[in-house]
């Protein structure tokens, strides 16, 4: 494999009941939210795991022992708000990074590839990939700049717009990435699942399925 000049990082949350994927409850318990969490973290670490990355790491939010990280460099998120946080997760490093969350379990390594050839292209200052519901998949810079994200309106159904103007407004030039489903509500991740059956989310969904089935 031929090893791209680009750092993968991976914004995440640790999945603890209670505290992921809360917009999944109801129907799911927020036990059942936490398991979905896990698998659509663990499918996401194997993408960037097995994508030609120079380096990766796991910016987390809350204990890294709820977490396999081998082959990755892990940090604690910054405070602030998603836009702070964001921006402080390129801070420090030279060189182009691209950040990921743990919302698209159906990302794979092939994609992940695609996303760092483009910001590698000489004509690209940063890459970002709208998602269905308004915000972005993902996004990348040839260089860090936390003017780039610091202000920004983030969670909101005009995020991804947003984040267009103020690349704009710094005068970067921008490639558009593929367009991906966040898995936010229950329809999400039954969608999210279907598209890519083979996955740990798919999986921990359909054992979901299974454990409530049963109890009808």
Known sequence: MTVLNVRALVLAKAPVAGRVKTRLCPPYTPAQAASLAAAALADTLRAVACSAA???????????DLVSTIGFDVIQQSEGGLDERIAAAFAGRAGGQILVGMDTPQITPELLDEVMATLLDSSVD?????????????????????????????????????????????????????????????????WVADLAPTTAFAAALR??????????
């Open 207 to 216: 054992k979901i399925d299974d454990e409530m089935s049963a109890l009808c």
């Open 54 to 64: 120079r380096g990766r790491t796991l910016v987390l939010d809350g204990q890294a």
């Open 126 to 190: 940063a890459v970002i990939g709208p998602a269905d519901d308004g915000g972005y998949w993902a996004v990348g810079l040839r260089s860090a700049d936390a003017a780039a994200f610091v202000g920004v309106p983030m969670s909101r159904p005009w995020t991804y717009r947003a984040q267009r103007e103020r690349f704009d407004r710094l005068g970067l030039r921008v490639a558009t990435l593929p367009s991906l489903r966040d898995v936010d509500d229950a329809s999400d991740a039954r």
